[in-house]
């Protein structure tokens, strides 16, 4: 992978697009750290099917995680209160 500042990718952005589609992913520096990597579209839509749901689908989702054993209500053994003298 090849490093660009922010202003050479801004002053050459078309280069550095043309780097990326022939070359693979191009890391952005700012101020000499990595901020940022352009990445093929290809690649892109690759990693999003191998990455796992997100929050929101796990959210949102229907099926359960795994199995919880929940008492039913009213069924719990309490200690007795200890008694006032």
Known sequence: ???WSVQD???RFSEFLDTCLT???QVVTKR???TAVLVPLDQWKRLQAA?????KDLLLSDQGRFDLDI???GK???RPAPELD
């Open 76 to 78: 719990l053994h309490r």
């Open 71 to 73: 008492p039913p209500r």
């Open 23 to 25: 070359e693979g992913p």
């Open 51 to 55: 990455a796992r749901p997100s929050l």
């Open 32 to 34: 000499g750290a990595e």
């Open 9 to 11: 990718a801004k002053a």
């Open 1 to 3: 992978m090849s490093s």
